[in-house]
């Protein structure tokens, strides 16, 4: 019981951490930030379940006024920003993820790297794009050319999770809880 | 870093957190029956009224918070410029500002323990599920690490440095995930032989 509450409160600081690492741009312009990294990463480290819990945990946070996402944004304001529907993907995508790595028998890294495509692109990008659609009043294909400039940076941080988790599953292989 | 909310005491920090949040979920909800640039206008400038009640430097504050949403504001307004279709553009601008902006509002003009004391109001249906001193030290344990996990990542980036002229980057997400899943391991422990989450 305490293992799985520390693993989710201190992924939830994980996400906020790797948010405040300065985003490397692309292409001189798109913003491609290590916070979905982190999100990511709750999903293939902690599996499904916590890490859902581990984003939620984050969100709420969030909510209640800390300036925890990239860019210090943070408060009620951002449930209700053109972006919102990105922030209700984050916890879909690290349990997609999650699911990924608990169902297959894959190595990490392909494993990881096949959650970071299904679930930091497909839901995320779903849920988000959703999101705008709304908020801007605009068709799903409209809002979806905006999310566009971000699918090369996505494609990376996918790679990039895959990278990741299989650095940890080398250096602590019983700690991948998504494994266990 | 800490909070959102603004140090610049205003008539609204006084008001009680659970009625700026309900009055909040209304007006959100209202903005989105209304239809007019008009009505939506004038939300807009009530809100506005109500920022300049804390005073230049609130309202400011307040101006900056609203920042992240200039990119999509252009790229609307270009977007129904082009379409020839100004009334629609300024419907969905206005709305969604003034949501933003009113939603900010609440979050600068509350306190943390104002809104941990309406979340544990709130979550009190859910206690079977979700004990809420599990859900309290969860929280605490969260807004303890973030610092030392930052400290953490900080001094990972330093040893790197000195090793490389590169910047360090993507490359700290591991060895950061790593002091997590560490310490999480240690703070599990030290939870258990005082007596668990109870």
Known sequence: MERSLTHIALFAALIAVLGLVPPLYLAGAVPITAQTLGVMLCGTVLGAKRGLLAVLLFLLLVALGLPLLSGGRGGLGVFVGPSAGFLVGFPLAAFTAGWIMERTTLPPFWAATAGG?????????????????????KTWAEASLLALAFLPGDVIKAVLTGLVTQSIARARPAALLARA | MLTLTSPVETPLHRVAAGA?????????????QLTTPLALGLALIAIAALYLTGGARFARHGARMLRPLWPFVALIALWHLW??????????????????????LVTMTTRLSDMITVLE????????????????????????????????????????RARSARKPGWRLAAPAALAAL???EQVAQALRARGGTG
């Open chain 2, 182 to 184: 560490d310490d999480a």
């Open chain 2, 83 to 104: 379409r020839d279709d100004l009334t629609a553009g300024g419907v969905i601008l206005l709305r969604m500002t003034a949501a933003v902006a009113a939603a900010n």
């Open chain 2, 121 to 160: 109001r709130l979550a009190r249906p859910l206690s079977p599920v979700l004990p809420p001193r599990r859900l309290a030290l969860a929280i605490a344990l969260v807004i303890r690490f973030i610092p030392v996990l930052s400290d953490r990542t900080a001094l990972l980036s330093q040893a790197w």
């Open chain 1, 117 to 137: 495509v299904i679930g930091g692109i497909g839901v995320m990008y779903l849920c988000g794009i959703t999101g705008m659609a709304i908020v801007l009043n």
């Open chain 2, 20 to 32: 700026k949040l309900a009055a909040l979920a209304l007006f959100t909800l209202v903005l989105f």
